[in-house]
């Protein structure tokens, strides 16, 4: 149980693996590990793209010393040997869904293998991946006997503890936001709990199992979702009445009990995936879920609402459609993030393109490389004047831009999706 002695592999250095790296490596000797040779080399060179950890912060806390003489307290790497003589590895890779909505576990199910061929005895492996209840012990569990000949909870063990990063929030930060643990065994649970207590300044819940711990992450997106879902539902009801959804909801606002959820775009890693995971395994089970997916199929559909709403508000100005130039602003998937994963604005892009609109997109955030890889997407720098300027992201930096000078004429519409300026400057919220 010292936990000074343990050393501490992070499986996937992302938007979760890498804050987590960098405040256990405070404390004990932790190796950062990702298959990606990119990433590593930006890492130790300083440079995080997912702006995650400022650079200063990188700096001052990576390692300079040799990583094989264990005179290291944070290093990052790709070398599989670097991490072999840890005993403690903290899975926090991807866990996405296929063009189906189904769960694809390939990522999670690769590290299993990857970490089994290494495994040793009383190693201890911590999930933090979202995934369905069940999936630790159920799926990734018999990965890392097969492939370590080791027998579960009796040569090595394992914990859950569900991530709750929050991309883009400097205020609710990883040791400031109460983390849920849980181990396969009481023992393994307390070392878990410890672990993250030593690093976790909002304290830690200890679960009474691993697949409770799992649940607890998969309802919470689910909730969100669904409460998401609701008034984005509103907002098309009284899109049809002709009075702004936003102007409803600060007035029920004004009631002490009423939950102020806003209408949006709900896409991203987590809100617009986890229930998906939910409603597999309730499937799995026998049970058809219709709260949560009707949840999503509103949600999933509000992308292309708003397309079809900018071209009827163009068309009521008696605007020709065909060439009208048009401008998006924003494709990440939440405000003052550069994280495009599973972003919904691609919806509203790709249907407003079917207009045969001259489009434009733009977002000072989002890495532009990864854009045009990933989306086929040139992001622009340099601004002309337009028929339809459609604000998808609430960005910061977009209330610095001079909006009414973006309108090629009067008849110029402003869509300001998220709400983020002033009334008198646009022409529809959502």
């Not at 190796?31 to 930006?42: A, H, L, P």
């Not at 492996?125 to 799926?139: A, L, R, W």
Request: proline share 4%; with cysteine.
């Amino acid at each position: 149980m010292n936990l000074k002695e343990k050393k501490i592999a992070i499986i996937g250095l992302g938007y979760v693996g890498l804050p987590l790296a960098i405040e256990f490596g405070k404390k004990y000797n932790t190796i950062g590990f990702d298959i990606n040779s990119k990433r590593v080399n930006q890492l130790n060179n300083g440079v995080d793209k997912t702006r995650e950890v400022d650079f200063k912060s990188l700096k001052n806390i990576i390692s300079s010393t040799k990583i094989l003489n264990n005179e290291f307290r944070l290093v990052f790497t790709n070398t599989l040997d670097h991490i072999r003589d840890c005993n403690i590895y903290i899975v926090t890779v991807p866990t996405p869904i296929d063009k189906f909505k189904r769960p694809d576990l390939d990522p999670l199910f690769n590290a299993s293998k990857m970490l089994g061929e290494i495994l040793k005895k009383n190693d201890v492996v911590i999930y933090e991946s979202t995934v369905y209840p069940g999936c630790t012990e159920e799926d990734c569990v018999p990965i890392l006997e097969k492939h370590s000949g080791l027998k579960f909870n009796i040569d090595f063990y394992c914990g859950y503890s569900p991530e709750r990063i929050n991309p883009g929030d400097k205020i609710n930060t990883l040791t400031k936001i109460n983390k849920v643990t849980s181990g396969s065994t009481k023992e393994t649970a307390i070392l878990v709990d410890m672990l993250y207590k030593s690093i976790i300044k909002a304290g830690t819940h200890l679960a009474p199992s691993i697949k409770v711990a799992e649940a607890s992450k998969a309802i919470e997106n689910a909730q969100r979702d669904v409460n998401i879902s609701f008034v984005n539902e509103l907002a098309l009801i009284f899109d049809r009445m002709n009075i702004d959804t936003m102007d409803v909801l600060h007035a029920a606002g004004t009631k002490w009990n009423f939950l102020k959820y806003r209408p949006g775009l709900v896409g991203g890693h987590c809100i617009g995936v986890d229930p998906y995971y939910l409603a597999h395994k309730a499937e799995s089970l026998g049970y058809n879920p219709q709260v949560i997916l009707s949840g999503r199929r509103v949600n999933d559909a509000v992308g292309m609402f708003i397309a079809n709403k900018a071209i009827k508000l163009m068309i009521g100005k008696g605007t020709q459609i065909k060439g009208s130039r048009a401008i998006v602003l924003g494709v990440t998937f939440k405000e003052n993030c550069p994280d495009t994963r599973n972003s919904k604005v691609f919806d509203i892009i790709n249907e407003l393109k079917q207009f045969g609109l001259n489009l434009d997109v733009y977002d000072p955030i989002a890495n532009k490389d990864e854009v045009y890889d990933e989306y086929g997407i040139k992001l622009i720098s340099d601004f002309s004047t337009y028929e339809l300027i459609l604000v998808a992201v609430g960005h910061n930096k977009f209330l610095e831009l001079p909006i009414a000078n973006l309108k090629k004429s009067k008849n110029s519409i402003v869509f300001d999706v998220k709400g983020i300026f002033d009334r008198k400057y646009v022409d529809a919220r959502l």
